[in-house]
Nanobody, 122 residues
Framework: QVQLVESGGGLVQAGGSLRLSCAASGSIVRFNAMGWYRQAPGNERELVASITRGASTKYEGSVKGRFTISRDNAKNTVYLQMNSLKPEDTAVYYC????????????????WGQGTQVTVSS
């Protein structure tokens, strides 16, 4: 099973930017999809962004136009560029993998990282 390690979280002021990285222990080039989730205290975990093997992306409504997900298959790494951050973006951010090597338009994320804290101050 692939191991995922997130990095890049921290404390930032509202309006600032952060870039999260997710390093996988093995090749992700054939994975059906990769994604970023977040969970704020008292809230359910929600899918923020996802990217397919073919580099198609989807975003949760509140982050569209502010966040960008990308993948570097050569480095086995997925990124989440977060701009114009808001206090409501404060959460633990998790990287997730759908490691199925066949196509599915319904990602099923079964591998998870340990999470990285993002705190946005007002």
């Amino acid at each position: 099973q692939v191991q995922l390690v997130e990095s890049g979280g921290g404390l930032v002021q509202a309006g600032g930017s952060l870039r999260l990285s997710c390093a996988a222990s093995g090749s992700i080039v054939r994975f059906n999809a990769m994604g970023w989730y977040r969970q704020a205290p008292g809230n359910e975990r929600e899918l923020v962004a996802s990217i397919t093997r073919g580099a198609s992306t989807k975003y949760e409504g509140s982050v569209k136009g502010r966040f960008t997900i990308s993948r570097d298959n050569a480095k086995n790494t997925v990124y989440l560029q977060m701009n114009s951050l808001k206090p409501e973006d404060t959460a633990v951010y998790y990287c997730a993998a759908d490691p199925r090597t066949y196509y599915s338009n319904s990602p099923s994320f079964s591998s998870w990282g340990q999470g990285t804290q993002v705190t946005v101050s007002s």
